[in-house]
């Protein structure tokens, strides 16, 4: 495990040179703004879920208090 942190401890200043060097070109700007775009939908997704489980939760406690 030790190892394997200290390898991507040691490969950081590499991907950051590496960055620097050859820099993003308009493909991988749109590729990442469309994941990004992607990664935003889903997280919204979920929480969307997740109100509407807590929501029929609570609507499931209040009828059965109802009752």
């Given at each position: 495990m030790f190892k394997f942190i200290?390898?991507?401890?040691?490969l950081i200043p590499v991907v950051l040179l590496l960055r620097a060097v050859i820099g993003?070109?308009?493909?991988?700007?749109?590729a990442v703004a469309d994941f990004k775009r992607q990664i935003d939908i889903l997280v919204w997704v979920i929480l969307l879920m997740?109100?509407?489980?807590?929501i029929y939760s609570l609507i499931t406690l209040v009828l059965s208090i109802w009752r």
């Open positions: 200290s390898i991507l401890i040691a993003r070109s308009k493909v991988m700007k749109r997740m109100a509407a489980a807590i």
